[in-house]
Structure formats: structure tokens, C-alpha cells
């Protein structure tokens, strides 16, 4: 078991995930594991992070792959210390809620709410041996019930939910010391997203609530590290 702080990020071979990755191992000095469905693309991005950055091939969408994963970083590791549930698809733009296709929101659900689940379920015991545990939940104003539009309604409706599982996880957790934190990034110029500010700015808060120290916040709706309302 290493005593190096040890933090897995899904989704990480690009984007919001592959940058929150960077902040991390080269200025936190933390060992990142790179989720990644395809291994060969987190490799790639591990290795141009360097600062001991590797790959894990892990689609949260899979249960399977999440315990395949799960299982090579306990006998790797032993621990974890820091979860990043960052894994999203399907910004929806082109559907309207009365319209929706759904099947297409079902697969948005599998990724978005069911993944972090799924991946928390399996972090945990590894996270209860860990050194000042922190679970970020990537989230989106998108899934703000206060102020949420009719637009989006699959990845919207999801995040909300997500949202949801972070106040029942952050309660449940609370007595093991474990914060767990919604980080909405903003509007970044991602991939999924399009235009927006630098993807190192949102990036910034998903950081700030990694990296919480002992008795920072927990079941929050954070923004820039500014709570926001749910």
C-alpha cells in the first residue's frame, strides 16, 4: 500500500477531465488515475501529463468495468483518497422534454447518474483506507432546480438526479469523514459543451473540492468554489 495520495478521475482522456487530471498530479503532486473507456486514448493523455499519470480502462456504464477497475487499483494501491465522478454525456440541446427520445435519455442516465453511482458504490471501502477522502460529483447548472429551463432535458433531468445523489451519499458518509461535493464547471469550451471560458478555469473548482481540507464542506452545490443554488 502506498502512502502517496491516489485520485481516479472518469472520463479523463479529454476535456474538463483530462485537465482537472493535470491540476492534480503536476500541481497537487497527486498519483491520477485516468478513467478512460478507450485505455489506449488515457494512456495518451496520461502520458502528456506525466508526473506519474496512467491509464485505466474504465466505462462507467459498464458494471463490469467498473469492477474490473476497482479491482486492479486495490491490489495496485490499496486505497484511494479522491473521487472524481467527471464521466457525462449527451448535452441535448436538440430535444425538447415532451419529445424526448427515450431510449437516448435512458443511455444519458446510464452514464450520468447511474455511473457515479456505480463507480461511489465501488470507491468506498477503498476511500474509508484513504487520507482525507473527497468525492467530487461533476455536475451542471443544467440540473439546478432553481433554475432550470426546458432545455437539455435528458442531461438536465440527469443532473438533477445526480445532484440528488450527492446530498444521500454526503449524509451517509459524514460520519466517515468523506466530503462529498457537486461542482457545476460553468460553461467551458469542451467537446460536449462548445464554446465557453478556458477548460482550465472550470476545471479550477473541481480541483478546490478535491483537495478540501479537514472540515471543508460536505452536500454542497459548489460553482468556482462558491455555493450555488441547487
Known amino acids: 500500500m502506498t502512502s502517496q495520495r491516489i485520485a481516479l478521475v472518469t472520463g479523463a482522456n479529454r476535456g474538463i477531465g483530462k485537465e482537472v487530471s493535470r491540476q492534480l498530479a503536476q500541481d497537487h503532486g497527486i498519483k491520477v488515475l485516468m478513467g478512460a473507456r478507450d485505455l489506449a486514448k488515457g494512456q ?28 486492479q487499483i486495490e491490489l495496485a494501491f490499496g486505497h484511494l483518497d479522491i473521487l472524481v465522478n467527471n464521466a457525462g454525456v449527451d448535452y441535448d440541446t436538440d430535444q425538447q422534454v415532451h419529445l424526448a427520445d427515450m431510449n437516448r435519455v435512458r443511455r444519458a442516465f446510464d452514464t450520468n447518474l447511474f455511473g457515479p453511482w456505480e463507480t461511489t458504490i465501488a470507491a468506498v471501502p477503498l476511500l474509508q483506507r ?82 478540501l481540507p479537514t472540515g471543508g464542506p460536505t452536500g454542497g452545490f459548489f460553482r468556482d468554489g462558491v455555493a450555488i443554488d441547487w
Open 44 to 71: 495518451a493523455a496520461a502520458d502528456e501529463i506525466g508526473n506519474g499519470a496512467q491509464a485505466v480502462r474504465l466505462d462507467v456504464s459498464e458494471p463490469s468495468s467498473v469492477a474490473v477497475a476497482f479491482g
Open 130 to 211: 484513504g487520507m482525507d477522502a473527497r468525492i467530487v460529483n461533476v455536475s451542471s447548472g443544467a440540473g439546478s432546480l432553481t433554475s432550470m429551463s426546458d432545455g437539455t432535458p435528458g442531461y438536465g433531468v440527469s443532473k438533477a438526479a445526480l445532484n440528488a445523489l450527492t446530498l444521500k451519499t454526503a449524509a451517509a458518509l459524514k460520519p466517515n469523514g468523506i466530503l462529498v461535493n457537486a461542482v457545476c464547471p460553468g460553461w467551458v469550451a469542451t467537446d460536449m459543451g462548445g464554446g465557453g471560458r478556458p477548460v482550465s478555469e472550470g476545471a479550477k473548482g473541481i480541483v478546490w473540492a478535491a483537495t
